[in-house]
């Protein structure tokens, strides 16, 4: 008799256990970090550290919603996901308002605050990057987690880059640039994530109304024949 093992769901199993701790692991490191950059971009005065807390928040929205539709509906998924790409649009508009004020009202960020945690959210995201590397090729969801890891080392980049410059320079501007290019790119992807969930909450509906339409056609008398 086939076993548990022999079939394939033990190792299926133990992967999606796998899945759930780097998932866990992962969500906790950016939940952290998002409030470490969001603190210190609003002490330092720096829209890069913001928009960049803004990104970790994205990622710990990602991993949580990773793990919570595990064993969720599509309607309930959609949810969620609208409440996040709400959250995330707000965040976003808040961050780039915030650069147009910089740039009307001259305020110099400190670059060594700049600096050291963008250095410090540079070391966390490489650490999700390897936790997440090894399970990049197992499936869909956790290939995509990776590439959010990977696509955020650029945004880590970003971040010490402006604070290089504006130490070198004694100029707020590249802050606000960098600050801008990534809230704006942020802003599009909750744009994005907003039209997907609602979409995924018309879905069901529609699946619903076809089904009851099959069923009342399956069950309606031909009434087209003559009968005797």
């Known amino acids: 008799m086939a076993n548990c093992c022999e079939d394939k769901s033990c190792e299926i199993t133990a992967l999606h256990e796998k899945h759930r701790r780097v998932l866990q692991i992962v969500l906790v490191i950016n939940t952290v970090m998002f409030a470490v950059e969001g603190i210190s971009g609003w002490m330092a005065h720096s829209t890069s550290l913001l928009a960049d807390a803004l990104d970790m928040f994205g990622d710990a929205t990602v991993y949580a919603m990773s793990l919570y539709v595990l064993a969720r509906n599509e309607r309930e998924q959609g949810m969620v996901a609208l409440f996040k790409g709400a959250f995330m649009l707000t965040f976003g508009l808040l961050v780039l308002g915030e650069a147009g004020y910089k740039a009307v009202y001259p305020v110099m960020p400190v670059a060594t605050i700049m600096g050291l945690v963008g250095a410090l959210a540079l070391a966390a995201n490489l650490l999700c990057f390897f936790l997440l590397y090894t399970h990049r090729e197992d499936n869909v969801n956790m290939s995509s987690t990776w590439l959010c890891s990977r696509n955020d080392l650029f945004a880590n980049a970003g971040v010490l880059l402006a604070a290089g410059a504006s130490y070198l320079l004694a100029s707020r501007w590249p802050d606000i640039i960098v600050g801008t290019l990534i809230a704006a790119l942020f ?23 076809q089904q009851t339409r099959l069923v009342n056609v399956e069950v309606r008398p031909d009434i087209s024949r003559n009968e005797p």
């Open 187 to 209: 802003v599009s992807s909750a744009l994005h994530v907003i039209r997907q969930a609602r979409i995924a909450m018309k879905e069901p509906k529609a699946k619903s109304f």
